[in-house]
Nanobody, 122 residues
Framework: QVQLVESGGGLVQPGGSLRLSCAAS????????MGWYRQAPEKERELVAL???????NYADSVKGRFTISRDNAKNTVYLQMSSLKPEDPAVYYC?????????WGYGDNYWGQGTQVTVSS
């Protein structure tokens, strides 16, 4: 019903920047929550940032002031601008969308992307 395609991961030096994108497609009427999570080796998956359809945002303390989440509702796309990347930021970053109104009728929740690798290394 809903497919997510992420892009933008890669290798960056400490202090550098990357922009992740996640495009949702399918029988979508609207999406309330869009977010980014990350999972490093041997660690639990954790929330990085969330944004609602109204533009409210929520960030993990570890990324506040460095990462910015945004969305384009017309394109059903969410972005994560990552700046001042640190050695503790490398992980597989996953996109998730929740509270999806499907077209013509229906409701879906908690769709995940396939993940994109972010590596920070000099």
């Amino acid at each position: 019903q809903v497919q997510l395609v992420e892009s933008g991961g890669g290798l960056v030096q400490p202090g550098g920047s990357l922009r992740l994108s996640c495009a949702a497609s399918g029988s979508i009427f609207s999406i309330n929550r869009m977010g980014w999570y990350r999972q490093a080796p041997e660690k639990e998956r954790e929330l990085v940032a969330l944004i609602t359809s109204g533009g409210s945002t929520n960030y993990a303390d570890s990324v506040k002031g460095r990462f910015t989440i945004s969305r384009d509702n017309a394109k059903n796309t969410v972005y994560l601008q990552m700046s001042s990347l640190k050695p503790e930021d490398p992980a597989v970053y996953y996109c998730k969308v929740s509270e999806v109104l499907l077209s013509p009728w229906g409701y879906g929740d908690n769709y995940w992307g396939q993940g994109t690798q972010v590596t920070v290394s000099s």
